[in-house]
């Protein structure tokens, strides 16, 4: 009984590896759409908490990160990401 819950626990260690690698492959294969939705999100934040609205663009500007982000993600979905 003891070797069957060794066995169970040693398989269920290769499957989370397995997934991870698949996850991380994943990743790895569309490093540029990564990095792009990175820096978007990284311009949203900063853009957040800016203190005026600079007339209104500082709300557009977030608005159409938005809308990149989106974008960016469909394409990772497409690429099978």
């Known amino acids: ?7 169970k ?3 269920i260690v ?4 397995v997934a991870i ?3 991380g492959g994943a990743i790895a294969a569309q490093p540029h759409m990564y990095n792009a939705k990175a ?4 311009a949203r934040t900063e853009l957040n908490v800016a203190e005026h609205n600079k007339g209104g663009h500082r709300d ?3 608005s159409l990160i938005n809308e990149a982000i989106h ?3 469909e394409g990772i979905r497409a690429g099978g990401g």
Not at 14 to 17: R, W, Y
Not at 39 to 42: F, R, Y
């Open 1 to 7: 009984m003891d070797m069957l819950k060794k066995n």
């Open 60 to 62: 557009r500007a977030i």
């Open 39 to 42: 820096a978007l999100e990284n």
């Open 21 to 23: 690698g698949f996850a």
């Open 71 to 73: 974008e960016v993600n």
């Open 14 to 17: 290769a499957l989370a590896a």
């Open 9 to 11: 626990r040693m398989l």
